[in-house]
């Protein structure tokens, strides 16, 4: 089946701070992969996303290529901000229909930023 | 349109006791889905909805749970002799149909924290 494995957090950062957050997945076919960010107490928020192999999808100064020849999607942040304190979950949606037609989820990664 | 709506966004509840959790999609979305989110883990899927046809159930949706989707418009999750192990951040999602999903991903609503005592 589907599987989603994501760096054991919680990771901790100064203001600025270069942010890597790993992602690598199991899954049949081509999927889509995405990340999504938690803040407390909310639901989730697309961050970004990519369909393709090679694809790159960036967004807010995030940014994570999809790699299928490594299946990783790692996320990037060149300078991270306090605002970025928030839980991060990598997800991939197949491409087949029926069973699979659904996102799964990794365990997700707290990252605290510090001024 | 102002995305997914979740009702409540609380609920505290005796073991034993029944809850119902109301989600509204997004108007133009007919896939819906729910999901439950335990703490410090990622979201789990339990069950989905194409129209009104609930197409999928997780085996994580015990015959205690059960979800309907009246006229293909909101969805209910109730919860009967809820448990303590039902407690939980519960989350509705939902997306377009067919291809157009995977580049579109789903949008979530903010979720019902159940607290069951």
């Known amino acids: 089946g589907n599987s989603v494995t994501q760096m054991e957090g919680p990771v901790t950062l100064s203001e600025e701070a270069f942010l890597t957050i790993n992602c690598t997945y199991t899954?049949?076919?081509?999927?889509?992969l995405f990340w999504y960010v938690q803040y407390p107490g909310e639901g989730l928020q697309l961050l970004l996303k990519?369909?393709?192999?090679?694809d790159k999808g960036s967004n807010k100064g995030f940014e994570a290529t999809y790699r299928k020849e490594t299946t990783s999607f790692h996320l990037e942040k060149g300078s991270v901000q306090v605002s970025d304190s928030a839980v991060y979950f990598c997800a991939l949606l197949s491409s087949s229909e029926g069973s699979a037609r659904q996102l799964t989820f990794g365990s997700g990664t707290q990252l605290t930023v510090l001024p | 349109d102002t995305g997914v709506s979740q009702d409540p966004r609380h609920k505290i509840t005796k073991r034993g006791q029944n809850v119902t959790f109301r989600c509204d999609p997004i108007s133009e979305h007919n896939r819906l889905y729910w999901y439950r989110q335990t703490l410090g883990q990622g979201p789990e899927f339990l069950t989905y909805?194409?129209?009104?046809?609930?197409?999928?159930k997780s085996r994580l949706l015990s015959d205690r749970f059960s979800a309907e989707r009246p006229k293909g418009s909101f969805s209910t999750l109730e919860i009967q002799r809820t448990e303590q192990g039902d407690s939980a951040m519960y989350l509705c999602a939902s997306s377009p149909s067919g291809s157009t999903d995977r580049a579109y991903g789903y949008t979530f609503g903010s979720g019902t924290r159940l607290t069951v005592v």
């Open positions: 899954a049949t076919g081509y999927p889509s």
């Open positions: 990519a369909t393709k192999a090679d």
């Open positions: 909805f194409q129209n009104e046809a609930q197409l999928e």
